[in-house]
């Protein structure tokens, strides 16, 4: 099992974004090259993809606050 992470996108400790847009469904099959989501930090964007290749199960929905580092999903 792999973990998905919020990415670390400040150096303001607990700083907070959001998960805006899931591409993907809990049970999709995933690559590292599948982009997953798009979250946001304040004015900066970011495009998350997984680092191992599986069945994704999100753990946050679309829209949620977190902190940076949060796991936002897991791959097994």
């Known amino acids: 099992m792999s973990d998905v992470r919020f990415p670390e996108m400040s150096a303001t400790p607990g700083a907070t974004g959001v998960v805006v ?3 993907v469904d809990s049970g999709d099959e995933v690559t590292p090259t599948t982009l997953i989501a798009e979250v946001a930090m304040d004015k900066v964007d970011a495009e998350v993809y997984p680092e191992t ?6 753990m946050i929905e679309e829209g949620t606050v977190v902190a940076q580092g949060t ?6």
């Open 21 to 23: 847009t899931w591409f």
């Open 71 to 76: 796991v936002i999903a897991q791959v097994t």
């Open 53 to 58: 290749s599986g069945t994704i199960s999100m």
